[in-house]
Nanobody, 124 residues
Framework: QVPLVESGGGSVQSGGSLRLSCTAS??????LGWFRQAPGKEREGVAA???????VYADSVKGRFTISQGYAKNTLYLQMNSLKPEDTAMYYC????????????????????WGQGTQVTVSS
């Protein structure tokens, strides 16, 4: 088990910023990622990071969102800038592993552990 706890969601106007945080207890050899799910839509990958620091982003958020990890690797962040109404969704932190040093993916089906989510609402 890898307990994951997200925080930092909220409501902002279009063009605003939010920073999501996720605390992952336990494993240092797991890979982490951020996902989101809007009502009536499938869960989609937003950003992910490998154990070596390689990152990958969904095309819809490139240049606006930044994923990063804390020094101890057990905290994951998602800095979201220039938010748009279409970014409105429940955001989830997820973990998979143990994973190889350079492995990174946005496929939600390969992630084993999920947080409960934090809501992000962007108004126009």
């Amino acid at each position: 088990q890898v307990p994951l706890v997200e925080s930092g969601g909220g409501s902002v106007q279009s063009g605003g910023s939010l920073r999501l945080s996720c605390t992952a207890s336990g494993q240092n050899d797991y890979c982490l990622g951020w996902f989101r799910q809007a009502p009536g839509k499938e869960r989609e990958g937003v950003a992910a990071i490998s154990r070596g620091g390689t990152t990958v982003y969904a095309d819809s958020v490139k240049g606006r969102f930044t994923i990063s990890q804390g020094y101890a690797k057990n905290t994951l962040y998602l800095q979201m800038n220039s938010l748009k109404p279409e970014d409105t969704a429940m955001y989830y932190c997820a973990a998979r592993g143990p994973c190889s040093y350079y492995s990174v993916t946005l496929r939600p089906d390969v992630y084993d552990y999920w947080g409960q989510g934090t809501q992000v609402t962007v108004s126009s």
